[in-house]
C-alpha cells in the first residue's frame, strides 16, 4: 500500500490527484489489474470527473448545496460538520480503476479528484494494487 498526503486550503475544495496516482501506478511492477484508491476519512470523498473550472465549481456548490437551509443536524453539537459527513456517505470514500499494460484506464477527459467537505486539513489517500493474472 501506498500512502499520498494532501493538504487542503478551503471547507469545500477539489484537488486533482490523478498525475500522482499515475505516476506511482508507472513505478509499480502490475501489468494488468485495479488501483484502488481510498481515504480513510469520513469527511472527504474520491470522485472522478472532467477537471474543467467550470464544472468544478458546479461540483462544489452542488456539494455545498446538499445540506443548505437545513438545520436541527444532531452531529452538529458535537463538530458542526454534519453536511462533511453526509456528502461522504452520497459520494463515497473509494475509487477502483482498471490497470491495463500498465497504465490507469481512464477515459479522455476522466481525472480523479480528491474532494475535501471539511477542511482545510491535512487528510492521508491510500494506494493499493491488486494485480489480475488470466
Known amino acids: 500500500m501506498q500512502e499520498l ?59 455545498e448545496s446538499l445540506a443548505e437551509g437545513k438545520t436541527g443536524w444532531k452531529h452538529d453539537k458535537v463538530d458542526q460538520n454534519t453536511p462533511a459527513h453526509l456528502a461522504n456517505i452520497a459520494i463515497g470514500c473509494e475509487k477502483i480503476i482498471p490497470i491495463q499494460n500498465g497504465k490507469l484506464m481512464l477515459g479522455t477527459w476522466q481525472s480523479i479528484f480528491f474532494l475535501e467537505l471539511d477542511g482545510p486539513k491535512k487528510r492521508e489517500i491510500y494506494l493499493e494494487y491488486i494485480e489480475c493474472k488470466g
Open 5 to 63: 498526503s494532501i493538504e487542503s486550503q478551503k471547507k469545500v475544495e477539489l484537488i486533482n490527484i490523478t498525475e500522482h496516482v499515475r505516476s506511482r501506478v508507472n513505478n509499480n511492477t502490475i501489468s494488468d489489474g485495479i488501483c484502488i484508491v481510498y481515504i480513510p476519512h469520513t469527511t472527504a470523498a474520491i470522485i472522478i470527473n472532467e477537471d474543467e473550472a467550470g464544472l468544478l465549481s458546479d461540483i462544489g456548490t452542488f456539494v
